[in-house]
């Protein structure tokens, strides 16, 4: 007899997504495998095969799990910072620390390396989503007035660029290591200020 735990498919699932960020954190993308993610959570490969298709499958799924749950807090961050309760700081380092501390940054430019585009459609469409629920009265405008679709192609590409050259780049040019998060937020903060005044 077994003395393994079974599994209903969303927590078998689950599992599995938890294990691959946790991979992916510690030890990059080219980690996240079938055979990993099953080793670490103590199933088969089958299963995992069952579960996501293949290892671009599992990725893919991945990708998706990693944009819903850093967007859910990035939402957080906005409402709050919407209500006075928060900062722009708070926002931009969420952001940041989703590319970087999170390995969205690693898993994009592998997705990209390895000819998986597709894989990136979760991350765009779970972006966008946050900006329709953050500006939805910016959906049926002109490109003048979508701020905030603007603030968060700058946010995202800066947090990107940081999260695969920041630390080599700010050193080179003997600039601090939060340089590229300072000039976000001081972005952010133009805007929002600029926004106001309307």
């Not at 997504?17 to 490969?45: C, D, M, N, W, Y």
Request: glycine share 8%.
């Amino acid at each position: 007899m077994s003395d393994r735990k079974r599994l209903s498919p969303e927590e078998s699932r689950s599992a599995a997504l938890e294990a691959a960020r946790a991979l992916l954190i510690e030890t990059g993308p080219q980690s996240v495998t079938l055979k990993a993610v099953a080793s670490r959570i103590g199933r088969t490969h089958a299963n995992l095969l069952h579960h996501f298709g293949s290892a671009s499958g599992l990725q893919k799924a991945l990708a998706e799990h990693l944009a819903k749950t850093v967007c859910e807090t990035i939402i957080e961050a906005v409402h709050a910072n919407r209500a006075g309760l928060g900062s722009a700081r708070e926002v931009v380092d969420l952001a940041f620390d989703a590319f970087d501390r999170e390995g969205a940054g690693a898993l994009t430019s592998w997705m990209l390396l390895t000819g998986n585009e597709d894989a990136l459609s979760p991350i765009i469409g779970t972006i966008h989503e946050l900006v329709d629920e953050i500006a939805p009265e910016e959906a049926d405008h002109c490109d003048e007035e979508m701020r905030v679709h603007r603030d968060t192609l700058n946010l995202v590409l800066l947090a990107l660029g940081d999260a695969l050259i920041g630390g080599a780049l700010a050193k080179s040019l003997g600039l601090p290591r939060d340089a590229a998060r300072e000039r976000a937020e001081q972005m952010l903060e133009a805007s929002l200020e600029e926004y106001q005044q309307l």
